[in-house]
C-alpha cells in the first residue's frame, strides 16, 4: 500500500527541513570553523563543491538504475551549460562565507526572483504582473534592510565588498541555470537525469579547475592533516543529494508552488539555527529585513506567476 497524499507530503517537508538544515550547520561549520591545534580554516571551497557534486552524480544514478529509466534525448550542450552556471553558482555562494555569515548569505541567495525575472524578460521574452514586481520588490527592500550596517564612521551604512559581490554572482548563475533548465525541460528531461547531466558537467569543469589551480593537492593535504573533516564534507554532500531528491519528489508529487512554500519555509528556520547555534545575533532591523524578504517571496510564490510575451 502506498503512502497516502498527506503522509507523502509530511515527509517531503520534513526531509526538506531536516536535509538543508544539516547542510546549512555543516557548511558554516567547515567553512568557517577551525581544525587542529594551529585552528587552522579550511578555505577549498572548490574541493567542497566538487565532492558534494560526486555524491549528488552517484545518487542520481542509483535513482536512475533502480527506476530502469528510458534514455534522455536533451542535446549535450544544454546540459554543460547549465552545469557550468550551476556549479559557479554554488562555488561563488559558498566562497562568500569567507567574508558574510551563514543569515546573510541565505537570504542574499533568496533574491533568486529578481535575476529570474531579468533574465526571463531578456531571454525568454516573458512579462509579468503587478504581483511579481511587487513581491521583488518587498525583496530588495527587505535585503537593503538586512545589509544596512550601523554605525559606520565612513558615513555609508553600506557595505557591499567581496562577499556580497559573490552573492551577485552566484544569483546571476542560478538566472541563467534557471533559463537553461527551461530549455532541457523543453526537451522532456526528468528530474534526476537533469541532476545527473548537471552534476556531471560541473566535475568535468571543475577537475579542470582544480588540477590547473592546485587547490585538489592543496585540499587533499589539509584532509589528511586534519581526517575529522572527511566526515563532514561527507555528510554534507548526502544531505545535498537527499534534500535534492525530496525537492523533485515535491515537484511531481505537489507541484512547484508547494515545493517553494517548504524551501522558503525551510531558509527561515535555517536562519533561526545558524544564529542560535552559531551566535550570528540579528538586530532588529535584520529580523524586520527578513519579515520582508520572505513575504515577498510568498507573494512571489502564490501570484507572481509569468507568461509569455505576445509576438507583435
Known amino acids: 500500500m502506498g503512502l497516502g497524499h498527506n503522509t507523502k507530503l509530511l515527509l517531503c517537508f520534513f526531509g526538506i527541513f531536516g536535509c538543508y538544515f544539516y547542510y546549512g550547520v555543516v557548511q558554516e561549520k567547515i567553512t568557517r570553523g577551525t581544525y587542529g591545534a594551529e585552528n587552522e580554516r579550511y578555505y577549498y571551497t572548490m574541493f567542497l563543491v566538487f565532492c558534494q557534486c560526486i555524491i549528488n552524480a552517484l545518487f542520481a544514478k542509483g535513482i536512475l538504475l533502480v527506476t530502469d529509466s528510458p534514455a534522455d534525448k536533451t542535446p549535450a550542450h544544454l546540459s554543460f551549460i547549465c552545469g557550468v ?9 559558498n ?9 546573510t548569505q541565505v537570504l542574499g541567495k533568496s533574491c533568486k526572483p529578481i535575476p529570474v525575472m531579468i533574465l526571463g524578460v531578456l531571454l525568454a521574452g516573458k512579462r509579468y504582473n503587478i504581483m511579481k514586481y511587487l513581491s521583488v520588490l518587498l525583496i530588495v527592500i527587505g535585503v537593503a534592510l538586512f545589509m544596512y550596517k550601523d554605525g559606520k564612521s565612513d558615513g555609508s551604512g553600506f557595505s557591499f565588498g567581496s562577499g556580497e559581490m559573490l552573492l551577485l554572482t552566484s544569483l546571476t548563475l542560478d538566472g541563467l541555470t534557471g533559463v537553461s533548465q527551461e530549455k532541457m525541460r523543453g526537451y522532456g528531461m526528468k528530474a534526476h537525469y537533469m541532476m545527473l547531466m548537471m552534476n556531471l558537467s560541473a566535475l568535468v569543469v571543475m577537475s579542470l579547475s582544480l588540477l590547473a589551480t592546485g587547490e585538489i593537492w ?3 593535504a589539509f584532509c589528511s592533516k586534519h581526517p575529522e573533516i572527511v566526515p563532514e564534507i561527507i555528510t554534507f554532500g548526502f544531505a545535498s543529494a537527499l534534500g535534492q531528491n525530496f525537492i523533485f519528489i515535491t515537484v511531481s508529487e505537489f507541484g512547484p508552488l508547494m515545493c517553494s512554500i517548504m524551501t522558503t519555509t525551510r531558509k527561515f528556520f535555517t536562519i533561526l539555527g545558524s544564529v542560535v547555534l552559531f551566535g550570528n545575533a540579528l538586530a532588529t532591523r535584520q529580523w524586520i529585513g527578513t519579515a520582508v524578504v ?19
Open 85 to 93: 552556471t550551476y556549479v559557479g553558482a554554488m562555488l561563488a555562494s
Open 95 to 103: 566562497a562568500s562565507l569567507k567574508w558574510v555569515n551563514y543569515p
Open 218 to 220: 592543496q585540499a587533499v
Open 294 to 312: 520572505f513575504t515577498g517571496l510568498v507573494l512571489n510564490d502564490r501570484f507572481g506567476k509569468s507568461v509569455k510575451m505576445e509576438k507583435p
